[in-house]
């Protein structure tokens, strides 16, 4: 039945296809759309990566990934290049995805519209007509409010030119990745019951206007850890002094650039040396 | 239906073999026009590719009622159906979830199935068009999701008029059918998204 939504969602790029979400060993909101979209595709010649805001190693990405190894018997990595089947929590890895590989998206609200309208009955209407000038109002009433296009996150895009889509509320940083993807993009809504898809190769346009582009989130400094720029950085506070640093969300981008040499200022000593 | 009818074996390990079979399928319409295998290690009822009938097996069950051509119905393909997947074989085309049609035969059209709503177009429904061979017919441009720039196919056996109906399917996005074509054991997915004709 999940197998089914699939198949209908990558046929429909960016409509939500309801499904009959199941029962999963955690609480929903915790991942168990994601849970049930990789259940449903993965097999034994499959490599599992599994990420947390970017991260191998919090609470949630180590326990869906040792769940997987041990219900599936799958084999699985930290390396973004090596993987076949990459669950995310709310960002896309900045190594560039290729053709075969698979980013499974766990969504909390995959409605794009539910804030505005809570009505599922009226948000499934404005989807039917492609009806889509209440979430251009949002996006000018913020012009209008804060002088520019105030949302950072779940930033909504427009896929193959007819459905607005919610890219789960990853940060608008890494809408430009999803457009014209060679990986195929798979979204799993648990508590809410929706899955919905974007094959490879599939137009995925952030909404904006004419005099107020769509841009993404810059940062003044390169990571403190390994120096990398154009990346997304999180900010880590150190003390109670206000000091604090901006790192790569993405660990293993992080890691494998530190294995390669590169230094940022507070790298401190090699990683070698810290074992 | 014949009551005499031996019932071949589906699946020997339901779990791993349908998780291949359906990563084939899902790669089949992620990437409109690609051969995919679908191997399921089975051998098939009379009038089913080995592919159509792994495909039904990974996929049907009794909430998705299967159309057949008549012959098929009424032969050993429907009694296997029923029996491994627990579907309804309907009459109606239009009532079905899942529909066979062979590639060359004039009846069904693609539009006699059903195309969704425009509030859920995701009720439609999927048609596995059984076709002579998956090359060496004539040749079509594909475009599209899934496709990186434009893709060729060319499969063989197809009534004439079948990619004027295709493309009258696609016309009609987001609604329409979604088709597998299948021969022997690998399909070519062709999803309402793809659009027929010369390449941009």
């Known amino acids: 039945m999940i197998r089914r939504a699939l198949l209908k969602a990558v046929a429909v790029p960016g409509y939500q296809v309801p499904f009959g979400s199941r029962e999963m060993p955690l609480a929903r909101g915790w991942g168990t759309g994601g849970i049930q979209v990789t259940a449903a595709i993965i097999g034994p010649a499959d490599t599992l990566k599994v990420i947390d805001q970017g991260a191998d190693d919090t609470t949630n990405a180590v326990s869906i990934r040792a769940f997987f190894a041990k219900v599936a018997e799958v084999a699985t990595t930290t390396h973004t290049a090596e993987a076949t089947i990459i669950q995310t929590r709310h960002r896309i890895p900045e190594a560039k995805l290729t053709e075969g590989q698979v980013l499974v998206y766990q969504v909390p609200i995959p409605e794009p519209l539910r804030f505005l309208e809570p009505r599922e009955t009226e948000t499934r209407k404005m989807h039917a007509l492609e009806e889509y000038g209440l979430m251009h109002v949002k996006l000018y009433e913020d012009i209008a409010r804060h002088g520019r296009i105030a949302t950072t996150y779940a930033y909504p895009v427009k896929v193959e030119g007819r459905y607005v889509m919610d890219p789960s509320p990853t940060p608008k940083f890494d809408n430009p990745k999803m457009h014209m993807s060679e990986a195929l993009q798979l979204f799993g809504a648990g508590r809410e019951k929706r899955i919905y898809a974007v094959p490879p190769y599939t137009e995925v346009v952030s909404l904006d206007f004419e005099d107020q582009p769509f841009e993404i989130q810059h940062f003044e400094d390169p990571c403190a850890l390994c120096g990398a720029e154009g990346v997304y950085l999180d900010e880590v506070i150190l003390d109670d002094h206000g000091g604090h640093m901006f790192v790569c969300s993405d660990t293993d981008n992080c890691e494998d650039r530190r294995a390669h040499g590169h230094r940022g200022t507070l790298a401190g000593h090699a990683l070698e040396a810290a074992e | ?200």
């Open chain 2, 1 to 200: 239906m014949t009551t005499d009818t031996l019932i071949g074996p589906g699946f020997s390990d339901p779990v791993f073999q349908s998780q291949g079979a359906f990563r084939a399928l899902l790669a089949a319409l992620a990437e409109p026009g690609t051969r995919q295998g679908v191997a399921g290690g089975i051998t098939p009822p009379d009038g089913l590719h080995a592919a159509t009938a792994t495909a039904l097996l990974t996929l049907a069950d009794y909430e998705t009622p299967i159309w057949l051509p008549s012959v098929l119905r009424d032969g050993a393909a429907g009694a296997w159906l029923r029996f491994h997947c627990g579907s309804v074989l309907v009459s109606e085309p239009g009532d079905a979830a899942f529909a066979v049609i062979d590639g060359a035969t004039i009846d069904p059209a693609l539009s006699a199935f059903d195309a969704g709503t425009d509030q859920f177009p995701d009720r439609s429904t999927t048609i596995i068009v059984q076709c002579a061979a998956l090359d060496g017919g004539e040749t079509v441009t594909l475009t599209g999701p899934g496709i990186a720039r434009s893709r060729q196919i060319a499969p063989a056996g197809l009534r004439p008029g079948f990619w004027a109906e295709v493309a009258a399917n696609n016309d009609a996005y987001p609604l329409g059918v979604d088709l597998l074509l299948s021969h022997g054991d690998a399909v070519l997915g062709l999803p309402r998204s793809t659009r027929i004709g010369e390449a941009l």
